[in-house]
């Protein structure tokens, strides 16, 4: 299974400040001092050194995900990131039309959604979406976000055949190599998490949910629904004084991510939905506060910790 990030900010796109970018300058090159950067192997030995936080960019746009299986295509929510994801695909035989692929959309507040109206491959004719959720009107919740008054494109201009099927919580359904197993999340609105299998590798996208008890049996559901997961996809907005101030906004942190992920003996862990605000060194700090939690554990459990940024591709 292909996994690759095109958007992993909540709330809203978040495009890089041009402060944070004079820093990230000014951090690299006072790095560089009494190198010879005239010479390129220098240059890329240098570069190659810096700490993500430096040379990169966590990105700002809102979540998306893509999921392949052989030749199937499965997007995840339709934030701003499928926009990019749209103008891949197009060189991917998509602006020829005629292609297929799947979308599961975890919920539709305005960050899960408000990337369709500028997915372009759903303007070419005999492309075929189908759409998956658990949500009876789902269509009628992208037709309003398309309203006149809010958007000049309405959603019947698309010229692809867009179908939808609702599914039900917590049953399992095949869609093409995929099984997939919704589960309700705790959110506001309702959000539902998908555990994603291909009969090689499993997937959990669980973005979007708070966990205000932390005892076993509060928390049994979603260790089992996580269960063994090649890679967990978790909701880490918050730092912990953050979601202590913010309870009932329904998000997480990257604590309650590595305690479900060691309780549920997961693989993987992608820290995700990275908050407005967060600069890329906070996001950092808590893949490292992450990593030593569950160093400490007892027995420890391996679980990689990883930072879910706009671009990650991953193979599980």
Known sequence: MYIKFWGTRGSIPTPISLDDMKYKIRKALEGAAGLDLADKAVLDRYLARLPFTIQGSTGGNTPCLEVQSGDQVL??????????????????????????????????????IQGFPFFRPVFIPNNHFTFYSPFDDLPDRLNRQQHPDFFPVPVS??????????????????????????????????????????????????????YKQVDPTSTEAYVDFFHDADLLIFDAQYNLSEALDRLDWGHSTAMMGAELAYRAQAKRLALFHHDPASSDEKIWAGKEQAEAYLARRKPQHVCEVIVAYDGLSLEI
Request: proline share 2%.
């Open 157 to 210: 201009y698309m010229s692809a055949t867009l179908e939808f099927k609702q599914l039900k919580a917590e049953q399992w359904y095949q869609i093409g190599n995929f099984r997939v197993y919704p589960m309700m999340l705790s959110h506001p609105g309702q959000a539902y998490g998908y555990r994603i299998e291909d009969g090689q590798s499993c997937l959990v996208c669980a973005s979007d949910s708070e």
């Open 75 to 112: 997007i995840i929510d339709a934030g701003s990131g499928i926009r990019l994801l749209g103008i891949d695909m197009l060189k991917r035989g998509f602006a020829d039309g005629h292609q297929h692929a799947d979308v599961l959309i975890t919920h539709t507040h305005w960050d899960h």
